[in-house]
């Protein structure tokens, strides 16, 4: 009786165990999506910006191609 009184014991132990990690990782996961809702949000307000901007103004910002570098 004792053996099984062990036995239910340890599996009540790995339990108390397991659900205490099953929280840690739900408030991982709950604090990730709140930060991908974020990112989300900052995205959508990029998006907008780029939008917005004339149009060929991005190209002529991003290409450098024109402009040779100094040593040539």
Same mark, same amino acid.
């Given at each position: 009786?004792?053996?099984?009184?062990?036995?239910?014991?340890? &599996?009540?132990?790995?339990?108390?165990?397991?659900?205490?990690?099953?929280?840690?990782?739900?408030?991982?996961?709950?604090?990730?999506?709140?930060? &991908?809702?974020?990112?989300?949000?900052?995205?959508? &307000?990029?998006?907008?910006?780029?939008?917005?901007?004339?149009?060929?103004?991005?190209?002529?910002?991003?290409?450098?191609?024109?402009?040779?570098?100094?040593?040539?």
């Amino acid at each position: 009786m004792q053996d099984t009184n062990d036995r239910l014991e340890g &599996i009540e132990t790995q339990l108390a165990f397991q659900e205490d990690a099953l929280e840690q990782f739900n408030a991982v996961v709950v604090s990730q999506q709140g930060q &991908i809702d974020e990112l989300r949000a900052q995205l959508r &307000i990029v998006q907008e910006q780029l939008r917005a901007l004339p149009d060929g103004s991005l190209e002529s910002a991003v290409d450098p191609a024109p402009e040779k570098p100094p040593h040539y």
